[in-house]
């Protein structure tokens, strides 16, 4: 009855309010995010979506998505996802889509409100067990706690390696709970649960009338091993790889297989392994979503982990030397160092801009293009096509040198 109490008053106490833009520009696809109708219990699992209008446009998306508490079991980078919900906290859950207009707003979110109201479980203490003796300046504390709320039940969690506990442990036990109901009033007020789950640790809660009983935070924590997956630090640029690996924290069967996918781009080493590099090529600044499945995990424990990795594109021509020159001879010095950045850039291309007096004779111009064109390749070895001069006319001789990266355009003279 006092689940179906609980129950009925969260229901009464729900609100869901959701985020998204006000005043939106008509010209801006809509974004809203659509959560689950009714209570979701914690622990349970529950779905979210976002709903894009386009407005009939196609466009290329990306979804990444964050949760204010509760853990993201499946779905990052997909347009839904399910998540685990919290115990005793407000959930919002949001999403930030990538690839919507320039300007347009693109990020939404949706909070659930829960149980505002109600009262909930608060831990006191949690001990390590393998250390913990009950101490008495520990007990006392949770007694000061005890005694300032004279109406509220002591809810401990005993937690356990192996079952059974040995005799060391279980006179531990007695010893602390003796003290406590001593010294709390009595030991109708405590309430004792034992986990055998691979943990060793003893949690301490306060439960308020009306609340519900308390989760063990932490007692399954060997149970399900927790997965990360870390992303490249900083930014990645253009032509670099973007290097991804997996953390795994707990104990994972022996059999277990990895399989990785990503949003954009190619794994071209560690497919099956805790590490990949990806190659991707873009023409605007990227996000890239890499995904981890741990095949193979203990049966009802989350398996999956992403993470997100920004890439800047360099989409301009780069200037890298300008200088006055003479209409028959050319600066090796100064090409020589422009050509050693060049060759740093991987697919990037040099671009030459000679600028001629416009009293030059076309056989000058053309003989300094020859000899231009003939040191780069015969001397310094590059390929022709990595390459290109143009010719503009002036009322100076001079020279500039460029490095054009992949999918830039090239400069106007």
């Known amino acids: 009855m006092k689940k179906l109490a609980s129950i009925s008053a969260c229901i009464l106490a729900l609100s869901i309010a959701s985020f998204a833009q006000t005043d939106p520009d008509p010209n801006c696809p809509t974004i809203s995010v659509d959560g689950p109708a009714g209570v979701v219990s914690p622990g349970d699992i529950a779905r979210y979506t976002v709903n894009v209008d386009d407005?009939?446009?196609?466009?290329?998306?990306?979804?990444?998505?964050?949760?204010?508490?509760?853990?993201?079991?499946?779905?990052?980078?997909?347009?839904g996802i399910e998540v685990r919900q919290p115990e005793n906290a407000r959930?919002?859950?949001?999403?930030?889509?990538?690839?919507?207009?320039?300007g347009c707003p693109n990020i939404s979110s949706e909070t659930s409100s829960g149980c505002d109201g109600l009262p909930i479980s608060v831990k006191l203490a949690q001990?390590?067990?393998?250390?913990?003796?009950?101490?008495?300046?520990?007990?006392?504390?949770?007694?000061?706690?005890?005694?300032?709320?004279?109406?509220?039940?002591?809810?401990?969690?005993?937690?356990?390696?192996?079952?059974?506990?040995?005799?060391?442990?279980?006179n531990r036990e007695r010893r602390a709970v003796d003290y406590?109901?001593?010294?709390?009033?009595?030991?109708?007020?405590?309430?004792?649960?034992?986990?055998?789950?691979?943990?060793?640790?003893?949690?301490?809660?306060?439960?308020?009338?009306?609340?519900s009983n308390p989760l063990c935070d932490g007692c399954d924590g060997s149970a399900c091993p927790k997965i990360s997956v870390i992303a490249p630090a900083g930014i990645t640029e253009p032509g670099e790889l973007f290097s991804f690996s997996a953390k795994i924290d707990g104990e994972v069967p022996k059999n277990v297989s990895y399989w990785w996918s990503v949003s954009k781009g190619e794994i071209i080493e560690g497919q099956g392994s805790l590490g990949i590099k990806v190659t991707a090529e873009w023409k605007t600044e990227i996000n890239l979503i890499a995904t981890?499945?741990?095949?193979?995990?203990?049966?009802?424990?989350?398996n999956a982990a992403s993470e997100i990795s920004s890439a800047a594109c360099n989409c301009t021509p780069i200037l890298f030397d300008e200088f006055t020159s003479l209409a028959s001879r050319i600066d090796k010095v100064r090409f020589d160092v422009w050509v050693e950045e060049l060759r740093k850039r991987e697919n990037a291309t040099g671009y030459i801009i000679e600028?001629?007096?416009?009293?030059?004779?076309?056989?000058?111009v053309d003989k300094k293009i020859?000899?231009?064109?003939?040191?780069?390749?015969?001397?310094?070895?590059?390929?022709?096509?990595?390459?290109?001069?143009?010719v503009v006319i002036d009322d100076q001789n001079r020279t500039k040198l460029y490095i054009v990266p992949p999918d830039a355009e090239f400069p106007a003279p």
């Open 55 to 79: 407005k009939g446009r196609k466009q290329n998306l990306e979804y990444l998505w964050s949760v204010s508490a509760g853990e993201i079991i499946s779905g990052q980078g997909t347009p």
């Open 91 to 102: 959930l919002t859950v949001t999403v930030k889509v990538n690839g919507v207009p320039e």
């Open 127 to 170: 001990f390590d067990g393998a250390t913990f003796i009950g101490n008495k300046l520990d007990l006392d504390k949770i007694v000061r706690e005890m005694d300032d709320s004279p109406n509220d039940q002591l809810y401990i969690y005993f937690a356990y390696k192996n079952e059974p506990a040995g005799k060391t442990e279980q």
């Open 180 to 211: 406590l109901a001593d010294a709390i009033g009595g030991r109708e007020r405590i309430t004792i649960v034992r986990l055998f789950d691979g943990v060793d640790l003893a949690q301490f809660w306060r439960v308020p009338p009306g609340a």
């Open 292 to 302: 981890i499945e741990v095949i193979g995990s203990p049966e009802g424990c989350p």
């Open 355 to 364: 600028y001629f007096l416009r009293k030059t004779a076309k056989k000058v």
């Open 370 to 390: 020859v000899l231009i064109t003939s040191y780069l390749t015969k001397t310094k070895g590059l390929d022709a096509k990595s390459f290109k001069v143009v």
